[in-house]
């Protein structure tokens, strides 16, 4: 089955994260087949997300890598936005964060996150979870011609 191409938003402020996502992205060569965005703060990614901004981002096959603690707008009030545009609020979203307060997990999941995942501390660790990341979606069956997968 040949592999799906993703258009995978990260939401980073962090740039050595950013850079650490990139290395694991290549260190797994999905760089080849999926494309990278990059926002640094939730203003970033929504804009990126509706087509306001300079770079264009596919509107099909995407997926949100989010972190939770961001400057301008963080994590949670960036999903809050996301959930209530009528056509973002089906987007898939992963929150990537250092958070491992329950209250943070809770409202992610409140919603509607795909997974709620530590950072890991090793960077083997962190091309690892990419790879799980990249197989479980390759997995995951969205019905065809869904808009906002």
């Not at 995978?8 to 080849?32: G, H, S, Y």
């Not at 306001?52 to 009030?77: F, T």
């Not at 491992?100 to 997990?105: K, P, T």
Request: proline share 5%; charged share 25%.
């Amino acid at each position: 089955m040949p592999k799906k191409q993703l258009n995978i938003l990260l939401v980073e402020d962090d740039q050595v994260d950013v850079m650490t996502v990139q290395r694991a992205f290549k260190k797994n060569n999905l760089l080849e087949k999926h494309r990278l965005f990059i926002a640094y703060n939730g203003i970033e990614a929504l804009s990126l997300l509706k087509g306001k901004s300079n770079e264009k981002m596919p509107p099909d096959n995407r997926l949100v890598l989010l972190d939770l603690n961001m400057p301008k707008m963080g994590g949670i009030e960036f999903l809050h936005q996301l959930r209530a545009d009528p056509s973002l609020q089906a987007t898939s979203v992963i929150v990537l964060t250092t958070s491992d307060e329950d209250r943070d997990r809770v409202e992610a999941y409140k919603l509607n996150v795909a997974g709620y995942i530590i950072k890991p501390v090793t960077f083997d660790k962190f091309v690892d979870m990419i790879a799980v990341i990249d197989q479980y979606w390759q997995l995951n069956q969205l019905p065809r011609n869904y808009p906002y997968s």
